[in-house]
């Protein structure tokens, strides 16, 4: 017999992504969404969020992290005994506090799954495991569904820290780089005129963009961003002073501290010979 999973959100990208992973593992995929009309012919459409979770083995919340609190509050008492409720919000702190009061009947489970809806193969990438309950058990069922994924152990504080400079930062960053591309008039002859720094970060830029502005807003709105981003501001007006006052050698100092600092933990002639490889798979 077929194992039932019900997708909440499951017309949204991730959504959409988790119900062709679990169609193609067999299972019996129950899709809602209260936003959006499910196209999907193998997902079995429920009509209320409570009447896709009530016969479902496994639930999983694809829904925007904000929400994620509340709706684990609405269904958990309705969903039938020793079933899993799964969270893969980006921010855990909040998610952490309402899985942590579910009922005893429900098996909680914290994941993060750091890829987007554009890959293929699960394999090689990365899933983030918060302990609630039970950790040898949530890890297990979390294997069981996901076993091709890599995955790390951390609390959700913690966690929500990592994801500060690992998400927070690269879309915080990017952003505003993206205003700025937005208000050129002669990007055509920018492109024309580029070479592989600004063509990955181009790509990198515009492919966060591609991305939901709920999710951007949630991730730069982590608390924890707030060291990350307070320094690099400090350095970005440190830098302009030194460059306003024509101080070339403090500068220097500041790029070959960064560089020695950066070099003890990663091969930055290997990182430049991957930016080379991938600028090129692109242009083929």
Same mark, same amino acid.
């Given at each position: ?37 499910? =196209?999907? +012919?193998?997902? #079995?459409? &429920? /009509? !209320? @969020?409570? *009447? ?82 039970? =950790?040898? +058990?949530?890890? #297990?069922? &979390? /294997? !069981? @569904?996901? *076993? ?87 350095? #970005? ?48």
């Amino acid at each position: 017999m077929k194992k039932k999973i019900a997708l909440i959100g499951a017309e949204g990208q991730m959504g959409k992504w988790f119900s062709k992973y679990f169609v193609e593992k067999g299972f019996e995929v129950i899709g809602y969404d209260s936003e959006r009309e499910i =196209a999907d +012919k193998s997902v #079995i459409k &429920a /009509k !209320s @969020l409570v *009447g896709a979770i009530l016969n479902a083995d496994f639930v999983i919340l694809c829904t925007p992290t904000k929400r994620t609190p509340e709706i684990i509050r609405l269904i958990a008492k309705e969903m039938k005994r020793n079933s899993y409720l799964i969270d893969i919000s980006s921010l855990k702190l909040k998610a952490i506090s309402s899985l942590s009061k579910i009922p005893e009947k429900v098996n909680p489970i914290c994941i993060h799954p750091m890829f987007g809806p554009g890959i293929k193969k699960l394999k090689g990438h990365n899933i983030i495991s918060i302990p609630i309950r039970d =950790a040898k +058990k949530e890890m #297990i069922v &979390a /294997k !069981s @569904l996901f *076993g091709e994924a890599n995955f790390v152990t951390i609390d959700a504080t913690e966690h929500d820290k990592k994801i500060a400079l690992i998400l927070g930062m690269p879309h915080l960053i990017n952003l505003a780089f993206g205003n700025i591309l937005a208000k050129d008039d002669k990007l055509s002859l920018t492109e024309k005129m580029s070479g592989t720094t600004f063509k990955a970060q181009k790509i990198l830029t515009e492919s966060i963009m591609t991305e939901s502005p709920e999710l951007i807003e949630t991730l730069i709105s982590n608390p924890e961003i707030r060291k990350f981003a307070e320094e690099f501001w400090k350095d #970005i007006g440190r830098m302009l002073t030194l460059i306003q006052e024509n101080k070339s050698e403090e500068i220097i100092k500041y790029i070959i501290s960064t560089k020695e600092r950066l070099a003890k933990n990663v091969d930055l002639e290997q990182s430049y010979k991957k930016l080379i490889t991938m600028i090129n798979a692109v242009e083929k």
